[in-house]
């Protein structure tokens, strides 16, 4: 079984064993209510992490999640406030545009300047969250109606933004995982050294990575703003850290190259499950947050073979030979 199956399995059988205690300890959790208005929200989770999962897979973590997801919720209830359909198209033409630039700026300072990938995202998120408040003034505005109508819509009882995850998921997955470009993607992510001298240019990889993940970012946002009345200026804030979570739970390195977008979406689902899980017993958000982060540890811990020097040996490793290979 491959590495990518493995993490896929891995977190699925978590997740089934989650929602089995949510039955047992709290089976409000588990009603069909309760995960009617739960699997919306993991989509949109599913999304952001599914963007993470890129960045991560080029070696990197990416801090501007809460601006470019703030920022375009803001830009979409703003622009389109008229609730006219040409404004909402509008709308949403400007936020997954100014996301995918945001994107494009991170990918270039990381590639081109050699910046660590933390710091150039962190102060484009600064930018990015200076930006928000600059176009909100500071105050929430209310969805368009007419975008609210569709996304807050299902189709054969399954609610929109799961379908929009699922096909993101799909997309992404199979570009990567099976097309020359996606392969070498993959490389530059393994090593970038090995990729260039297998003739690979590493510059337009980082970029396509860092700017897709923030477009992903942006249609989380929108998929936020269609199904909340009134969406607040500082939505993105919720999603940086599950994101990362997610990513790891999922199995793919910290270090780059291969990774399991549909890994990272079952871990959105049970990270929603898990705080639905803790709201219903009644848990504090700043517990929730500290589950999230003892996640994480084990998630690092897990796939590191609990082993503290395996991070430090595979990056003395060079790139899989069939990573490089463009065929």
Not at 55 to 76: K, N, W, Y
Not at 78 to 84: E, H, L
Not at 119 to 138: E, F, H, R
Request: charged content about 10%; proline content about 4%; overall charge positive.
């Amino acid at each position: 079984m491959s590495g990518r199956a493995r993490g896929a399995v891995a977190i699925g059988i978590a997740t089934v064993v989650l929602f089995v205690i949510s039955a047992i300890v709290a089976p409000q959790s588990v009603s069909g209510g309760a995960i009617s208005a739960m699997l919306p929200f993991a989509a949109i989770l599913a999304v952001v992490a599914i963007g993470q999962t890129l960045v991560v897979q080029q070696g990197g973590i990416d801090l501007s999640v809460p601006g470019v997801f703030s920022l375009s919720v803001v830009v979409v209830t703003k622009v389109a406030s008229s609730g006219t359909t040409g404004a909402i198209v509008m709308a949403l033409v400007a936020a997954l545009v100014i996301a995918a630039g945001a994107g494009a700026v991170s990918g270039f300072v990381v590639a081109r300047f050699d910046v660590a990938p933390i710091v150039a995202t962190l102060g484009v998120n600064a930018l990015l969250i200076g930006a928000t408040w600059a176009v909100s003034g500071g105050a929430a505005r209310r969805t368009p109606n007419g975008l609210s109508d569709v996304i807050g819509s299902s189709f054969a009882g399954i609610p929109v933004t799961v379908l929009v995850a699922v096909a993101l998921t799909v997309v992404v997955g199979l570009f990567v995982r099976l097309t020359p470009s996606g392969r070498k993607f993959e490389a530059v992510g393994a090593s970038p050294r090995v990729a260039t001298a297998a003739g690979i240019r590493p510059l337009g990889y980082t970029l396509s990575a860092y700017s897709g993940a923030a477009v992903l970012y942006a249609i989380a946002g929108i998929l936020l703003t269609g199904i909340v009345n009134t969406p607040g200026i500082t939505e993105g804030n919720t999603y940086l850290l599950p994101s990362v979570a997610a990513v790891v739970l999922g199995g793919t390195s910290l270090l780059g190259g291969k990774g399991s977008v549909l890994a990272s979406l079952i871990a959105a689902l049970f990270f929603t499950q898990v705080d639905r899980l803790a709201s219903t017993l009644g848990l504090s958000y700043g517990w929730q947050i500290v589950i999230q982060a003892l996640a994480l540890g084990l998630g690092v811990a897990f796939h590191s073979g609990l082993n503290p020097g395996v991070l430090r040996r595979r990056r003395t490793e060079t790139a899989p030979r069939d990573l490089v290979s463009s065929e």
